[in-house]
């Protein structure tokens, strides 16, 4: 089967947030993949936070018919995956003993 799309030249993505890549991506002419084709999709896997590219499939300086997929891995920025509730301190053993008994000295 013959394709009949242009060719374009893969940009160096890795380093880049995941939206600064799709960005650069899509104006390449090609589009930003999750590794896994049966996964869910990148924007599903890197919402909500930020997310850095850290490796990149094809490599940079490869060409490759419009629209055709650009698979990378990522990691969250900071070690965190996104945002989570605060946890509150214990409260203090003779506040709960008060609570109990109110009338407890």
């Known amino acids: 089967m013959e394709r009949h799309a242009d060719r374009v030249v893969v940009p160096d993505v890795v ?9 650069v991506c899509t104006d390449a002419g090609l589009a930003l993949a999750q590794p896994d084709p049966d996964g869910p999709p990148l924007g599903a896997l890197t919402w909500p936070g930020t997310y850095v590219i850290t490796a990149q499939d094809p490599p940079p300086g490869t060409t490759l018919y419009r ?5 990378v ?24 003993a008060a609570e109990a008994d109110p009338l407890a000295p």
């Open 15 to 23: 380093g880049l947030p995941v939206v600064v890549g799709r960005q």
């Open 67 to 71: 629209w055709d997929s650009v698979r």
């Open 73 to 96: 891995r990522f990691r969250p920025v900071g070690g965190d995956a996104g945002v989570r509730e605060p946890r509150r301190p214990s409260p203090e053993p003779r506040t709960l």
